[in-house]
């Protein structure tokens, strides 16, 4: 990805990518249990 060089959200090095990852699995897996849980009642 070309575009993320020298960006200023620091998506580019690895550590960044990582904090971009493990929020997105956090909001899917909080989506997930929520949804779950109305599912149930």
Do not use: H
């Amino acid at each position: 990805m070309q575009l993320l060089e020298g960006d200023p959200t620091g998506l580019s090095s690895p550590i960044g990518q990582i904090a971009v990852a493990a929020g997105l699995l956090a909001a899917i897996v909080v989506g997930l249990r929520a949804w779950w849980f109305n599912r149930k009642r």
